[in-house]
């Protein structure tokens, strides 16, 4: 039989993985494999547990002479909840995650013993050689260091056989480089706490601390696991190199908010308990644009515990997706031709106090600093657009930008028809102002500034980067990545503008400029300047593209090119200012994202050219084959040559396609030794990106099409029609 209709017959007959019966209420379990503040009361003292909560709440550093009760504490609780092990957590230049286990076991001469030090809570020290480092250490410095980040919570990761505590770490050279992306997003978010609170106390002086906030919408496709690995393409690349468009697709928007299908809500529902336990707030759950897509979106939380949790969500989404025999697929264009999925971040800031600070309020003074934020944000983004592009490209969002419903690659910023007219009457006052009722402003009571409106802007899903009425959502960011670089590096443009900015108003005062009337200055220098990247229309208009050639506005190019971003003098002189990231780390962040590129596509032509080979091409020979076979049946018959020109026509065909997909897949090989011959990553990846990638395209219409014609009995791989609709 077929191994695609074996894996139908399979799928048919499977029986489902049996619900939790009865599902906990989510406030019963939630946190309950958290080292949380009700765990700390259990097992601290209480004035171990108040310097803990200082260090976790205000950035103190913590004492390493209370490590070791917090240890003692953190290893009662991990045995009572039946850990065995545990580990440093940390995030690698990967883009993933990286643990490494150790036993609480301990020998001595006495007997065996549970140990866990304060040293070892505090710090370790991981072999670093076998990670991406950008040339921050030579090949044989092997040395790393992961340190504890008392600000994010302490868990407890549980599977089907075991459970471990991860405690969450930064991870450095022997020489104090970082090696991953969480030591530089909390410098980051140091360094707008700083910036971001001295601005807040020009209007209240009640504020101590500014961070951002993050929601992050995860969107994935789920398809049977017997589906799955009859595609080597999707096993190894995480998208299908091949695959002809199914009759039917996302076209009847038939799928998006429509009843969840009983298999994947299943599916949610034991990822959502899991979420739970661990303290993931996991609010929404829906069927996406695209059939078999999904989406999931917790509450927003502090921006580097929101990251941590979205790591551990994708990690949790993989192996819930397993127990159901489903394969959750989080590559950002797994399929062609239907909406890819992305990661959209919705980021804000929030002060100590609780205040929104990209809310607008009722007060005067609170919406004085509601526009000075959201200006500095435009500002920011406007004069660093290629620096965040560059953060977000990859191999898949090259595929994903500006196709179907994802945004398109122009960097724009949406406000809203609204706020766009507050934002125009700033930098250009009107002489009169139009009336509007009293119930619908947010006055400010200074007359030079607009009317501020509560429903201040709608939603705009072709905007990249689009303000939502109290937070900015990053639309373009990719399914599969890591937030903490995006977000890293839109903290430091935001903090370095409101640097900026701050002085600016303070030396406008110093010559008696009034307070409010000086912030108004600058504000209408920023929206003079950083004008051109407001854009409220349809982002996926062909008249845009040439507007925003005029406008002068980044459009994102393909990976090789738009990482270039890293290294333009602008970034340089601006991580130079913030110390957020330094020289050699910002360059190895372009040599890790340059080298990741590489080696996908390079994956995806060996995919490319195995299959072709060794599955395609003996398909279409079969059916030629049975075809060249029908043909001698009929003509031994005595059947005419009329009725057997079919038989034949099509034979020739068959033959002809074969002999096309035969010399372009040499084309491919042959095009490639010659790019690997070239001297540096760059050249390389350049010329995969110019010569290997067409290939690519002319390859798959030639198998798409023969998908088309080759009889469906013969069709070695799962069609599109069976992964995305047997479910």
């Known amino acids: 039989m077929n191994p695609r209709f074996k894996a139908i017959e399979q799928i048919q007959q499977r029986a489902r993985r049996k619900p939790i019966v009865p599902t906990p209420r989510p406030?019963?379990?939630?946190?309950?494999?958290?080292?949380?503040?009700?765990?700390?009361?259990?097992?601290?003292?209480?004035?171990?547990?108040?310097?803990?909560?200082?260090?976790?709440?205000?950035?103190?550093?913590?004492?390493?002479?209370?490590?070791?009760?917090?240890?003692?504490?953190?290893?009662?609780?991990?045995?009572?909840?039946?850990?065995?092990?545990?580990?440093?957590?940390?995030?690698?230049?990967?883009?993933?995650?990286?643990e490494k286990h150790d036993s609480f076991l301990e020998l001595t001469e006495e007997e065996p013993i549970d140990k866990f030090s304060g040293e070892e809570l505090a710090q370790q020290e991981p072999e670093a050689s076998s990670f991406p480092s950008g040339g921050l250490r030579s090949t044989f410095e092997a040395r790393g260091y992961t340190a504890w980040d008392c600000s994010s919570p302490i868990f407890i990761f549980e599977t089907t056989y075991g459970r471990t505590l991860c405690i969450p770490t930064i991870f450095i050279s022997y020489t104090g480089k970082a090696l991953d992306y969480k030591l530089p997003l909390l410098k980051s978010m140091t360094l707008l706490d700083k910036a971001a609170t001295a601005?807040?106390?020009?209007?209240?002086?009640?504020?101590?601390?500014?961070?951002?906030?993050?929601?992050?919408?995860?969107?994935?496709?789920?398809?049977?696991?017997?589906?799955?690995?009859?595609?080597?393409?999707?096993?190894?690349?995480?998208?299908?190199?091949?695959?002809?468009?199914?009759?039917?697709?996302?076209?009847?928007?038939?799928?998006?908010?429509?009843?969840?299908?009983?298999?994947?809500?299943?599916?949610m529902n034991e990822l959502e308990l899991e979420c739970h336990r661990?303290?993931?707030?996991?609010?929404?759950?829906?069927?996406?644009?695209?059939?078999?897509?999904?989406?999931?979106?917790?509450?927003h939380e502090n921006l580097n515990i929101a990251i941590d949790h979205s790591?551990?969500?994708?990690?949790?989404?993989?192996?819930?997706?397993?127990?159901?025999?489903?394969?959750?697929?989080?590559?950002?264009?797994?399929?062609?031709?239907?909406?890819?999925?992305?990661?959209?971040?919705?980021?804000?800031?929030?002060?100590?106090?609780g205040r929104?600070?990209?809310?607008?309020?009722?007060?005067?003074?609170?919406?004085?600093?509601?526009?000075?934020?959201?200006?500095?944000?435009?500002?920011?983004?406007?004069?660093?657009?290629?620096l965040l592009g560059a953060s977000i490209v990859s191999i898949g969002n090259d595929r994903r930008l500006g196709v179907h419903e994802a945004p398109p690659p122009i960097l724009s910023i949406f406000t809203g028809r609204r706020l766009a007219k507050i934002l125009s009457d700033l930098e250009n006052p009107p002489r009169k102002r139009k009336h509007e009722p009293i119930n619908e402003l947010l006055r400010l009571g200074i007359s030079e500034i607009p009317e501020l409106l509560i429903a201040n802007t709608d939603t705009n899903r072709t905007s990249p980067f689009a303000f939502t009425g109290n937070k900015f959502e990053f639309r373009a960011v990719g399914a599969s990545?890591?937030?903490?670089?995006?977000?890293?590096?839109?903290?430091?443009?935001?903090?370095?503008?409101?640097?900026?900015?701050?002085?600016?108003?303070?030396?406008?005062?110093?010559?008696?400029?009034?307070?409010?009337?000086?912030?108004?200055?600058i504000l209408k220098e920023y929206m003079q300047d950083c004008h051109p990247i407001l854009f409220d229309g349809d982002?996926?208009?062909?008249?845009?593209?040439?507007?925003?050639?005029?406008?002068?506005?980044?459009?994102?190019?393909?990976?090789?090119?738009?990482?270039?971003?890293f290294l333009n003098e602008e970034t340089k002189e601006l991580f130079n200012r913030t110390e957020v990231l330094s020289p050699d780390e910002l360059e190895a962040r372009y040599e890790v994202l340059l080298g990741e590129y590489l080696n996908k596509v390079r994956i995806e032509a060996d995919i490319i050219q195995e299959l072709g080979q060794t599955s395609i091409i003996p398909a279409a020979l079969e059916y030629q084959k049975d075809l060249l076979q029908s043909l001698r049946m009929g003509q031994e018959s005595g059947l005419g040559?009329?009725?057997?020109?079919?038989?034949?026509?099509?034979?020739?065909?068959i033959g002809e396609k074969i002999g096309e997909l035969f010399s372009s897949l040499e084309s491919l090989r042959v095009t490639r030794n010659r790019i690997e011959r070239r001297g540096y990553t760059k050249e390389i990846a350049i010329g995969y990106t110019e010569q290997i990638l067409p290939i690519f395209d002319e390859i798959r219409n030639k198998v798409d099409e023969l998908e088309g014609r080759v009889g469906d009995n013969i069709w070695p791989l799962p069609k599109y029609r069976e992964m995305l609709f047997i479910n």
């Open 27 to 98: 406030s019963e379990i939630f946190g309950e494999n958290v080292f949380n503040q009700k765990k700390m009361k259990e097992y601290l003292s209480n004035d171990i547990f108040v310097r803990l909560q200082a260090c976790m709440q205000s950035g103190e550093f913590l004492d390493r002479n209370i490590a070791a009760s917090v240890a003692n504490a953190v290893k009662s609780w991990a045995l009572d909840k039946g850990a065995t092990h545990y580990t440093h957590w940390f995030q690698p230049l990967t883009g993933n995650t990286a």
């Open 356 to 386: 929104n600070l990209l809310a607008p309020g009722s007060d005067p003074q609170e919406n004085l600093l509601f526009l000075a934020i959201f200006v500095s944000v435009i500002k920011a983004f406007h004069n660093h657009a290629g």
């Open 311 to 353: 790591l551990m969500m994708a990690d949790l989404i993989d192996r819930t997706a397993k127990k159901h025999n489903l394969a959750a697929l989080m590559h950002e264009k797994p399929f062609a031709g239907i909406n890819g999925s992305g990661k959209h971040s919705n980021w804000s800031l929030k002060t100590n106090t």
């Open 278 to 299: 661990l303290g993931i707030p996991l609010k929404t759950r829906h069927n996406e644009v695209a059939p078999s897509q999904f989406e999931c979106a917790p509450w």
């Open 481 to 521: 990545s890591n937030c903490s670089q995006t977000m890293t590096l839109l903290n430091t443009i935001v903090a370095d503008q409101l640097i900026d900015f701050k002085e600016r108003v303070d030396a406008k005062q110093r010559r008696g400029r009034n307070l409010d009337l000086a912030i108004l200055d």
């Open 641 to 653: 040559r009329k009725a057997l020109s079919v038989q034949e026509d099509l034979a020739v065909l």
């Open 539 to 565: 982002g996926y208009s062909p008249s845009w593209g040439t507007e925003s050639e005029k406008r002068g506005l980044v459009t994102l190019g393909k990976t090789p090119y738009s990482l270039e971003g």
């Open 199 to 267: 601005v807040c106390n020009y209007f209240d002086k009640e504020v101590s601390r500014v961070y951002p906030t993050l929601g992050i919408e995860q969107e994935y496709f789920l398809i049977d696991r017997s589906f799955y690995h009859l595609r080597p393409d999707l096993m190894l690349s995480g998208r299908t190199v091949f695959g002809a468009a199914s009759a039917r697709g996302q076209q009847l928007d038939d799928h998006y908010f429509g009843s969840i299908p009983e298999r994947a809500f299943a599916f």
